[in-house]
Nanobody, 123 residues
Framework: VQLQASGGGLVQAGGSLRLSCAASGRTFSSYRMGWFRQAPGKEREFVAAISRSGGRTYYADSVKGRFTISRDNAKNTVYLQMNSLKPEDTAVYYC?????????????????WGQGTQVTVSS
């Protein structure tokens, strides 16, 4: 599966952005989908994940209550709605896909990655 992330940009603290990740290739609905982020000098960290059907979602504590992950299997797209953004949310955001991942928070076990989209939150 090929992944293409978009929607990043520059926003003031307290603002919102919606990231999108469009998938092509094999059946989108067979993949768990996730979002990760990587700030300069830091390791890639888990942000959110969603089950194949969209019925279950998972979040890092740092974004819980502010970010919402969703998916539209008819459009082969996963979204990350980010509200109440903080400067510490500044990072390159990556979408990821995997058919069998169990340890959602570990980036090393996800098989497919998008190219990343930059999110910058100014104070």
């Amino acid at each position: 599966v090929q992944l293409q992330a978009s929607g990043g940009g520059l926003v003031q603290a307290g603002g919102s952005l919606r990231l999108s990740c469009a998938a092509s290739g094999r059946t989108f609905s067979s993949y768990r989908m996730g979002w990760f982020r990587q700030a300069p000098g830091k390791e890639r960290e888990f942000v959110a994940a969603i089950s194949r059907s969209g019925g279950r979602t998972y979040y890092a504590d740092s974004v819980k209550g502010r970010f919402t992950i969703s998916r539209d299997n008819a459009k082969n797209t996963v979204y990350l709605q980010m509200n109440s953004l903080k400067p510490e949310d500044t990072a390159v955001y990556y979408c990821a896909a995997d058919e069998t991942v169990l340890t959602l928070t570990n980036p090393d076990v996800w098989d497919y990655w998008g190219q990343g989209t930059q999110v910058t939150v100014s104070s």
